[in-house]
């Protein structure tokens, strides 16, 4: 069960396999994630301001009225860029004000400081830094896969800084799924370092091969597959490697029992026939059990872009949590 586990990972999370393309910043992208484009003589008008916060780390979209009800901060995950969280973005908007996190080497964004060393867990800390620094009381954070790995880190190590969070199909070590129940940060370091230099020295043809099939696999509706597929290819291939070995070594199963903020998971279950519901259940249950009162909800007929495949749905689950 722990290979399958395994191999469902890496499927959802290899969409960094992707060569880097240009690294301009473009508001256009977000026709290619199901919104149309603004015509270019509104290009300066994108419905969104940049927060005014200097950070090599990120950078901070921000939608929402003068007198919000409350933050929400929005993490994308591995290679993706803010847009995936278009269609909540404007369901929120009018109610609350709506940070949408854009991490310096993915989707177009330069690389900066992430351009060497670890990104989930410097990230975080700036997130911190962001919070205070913005003047935000307790926002409400949801972050998928990588970004659900980040608001974890956040809520964990920074507890009253968060008010609640959700973790949208991501795990708190991703090295169990490729070492077994016995794995450790250390002993995994090995397969970690040989997947990243596999990602850092293929070529080129095999690593845009490779982002397709993960992209195929990540998102059930198929007319949604373009934009996380230009986010991919834009992203700078040494940023998206190293935070993707950084996901298998970092275990942030000791530090869940230190976050404080409700939590909700939601996950999907694998595109694997040998997987039934109960295994799934029992895998994520088994992940967080030392986050004490998490709730954990599996939404059905849905890949890893959970966002995508089931707006709806996923918008419901929103709500509810923020209420």
């Known amino acids: 069960m722990t290979r399958l586990f395994a191999a469902a990972a890496v499927a959802a999370l290899l969409t960094a396999a992707a060569p880097a393309l240009a690294q301009e910043h473009d508001h256009a992208a977000h026709a290619a994630h199901g919104a149309p484009a603004a015509p270019a003589a509104q290009a300066a008008d994108h419905g969104h301001a940049h927060a005014n916060f ?5 950078h901070v979209r921000v939608d929402g009225p003068e007198h919000p009800i409350g933050d929400v901060i929005l993490i994308p995950g591995l290679s993706s860029s803010p847009h995936v969280w278009d269609r909540i973005t404007d369901s929120l908007k ?4 709506v940070h949408r996190i854009h991490v310096q080497g993915f989707a177009g964004a330069e690389p900066m400081d992430n351009a ?3 990104v989930s867990a410097p990230v975080a800390e700036d997130l911190a830094r962001y919070i205070r620094e913005q003047g935000l009381n307790k926002p409400a954070v949801i ?3 990588m970004g659900g790995t980040i608001g974890m880190m956040l809520a964990a190590r920074h507890p009253d800084s968060v008010g609640r969070l959700m973790v949208v199909d991501m795990i708190p070590f991703m090295g169990a799924a490729f070492a077994g129940p016995g794995a450790t940060a250390e002993n995994v370091a090995p397969l970690a370092d040989q997947i990243y230099a596999g ?3 293929g070529p080129d043809e095999a690593y845009r091969a490779q982002a397709a099939a993960s992209v195929t696999g990540m998102i059930k509706t198929e007319a949604l597959r373009a934009g996380p597929l230009r986010d991919a290819a834009r992203s700078d291939r040494a940023v998206s490697s190293a935070a993707f070995r950084e996901l298998i070594v970092t275990d942030l199963t000791p530090e869940l029992s230190h976050i404080t903020a409700p939590t909700t998971v939601l996950y999907v279950k694998f595109n694997d026939p040998r997987m039934n519901d109960a295994m799934i259940d029992g895998m994520y249950g088994a992940a967080f059990r030392n986050l004490q009162g998490v709730t954990l909800k599996r939404i059905d007929d849905s890949a890893h872009f959970i966002m995508l495949d089931q707006p709806a749905r996923f918008e419901a689950e929103v709500n509810a949590f923020l209420d």
């Open 54 to 58: 200097v950070s090599g780390r990120f």
């Open 94 to 97: 009018d109610r609350y004000r």
């Open 199 to 201: 990602m850092m020295n």
């Open 143 to 145: 972050g998928h896969s």
């Open 116 to 118: 060497t060393g670890p």
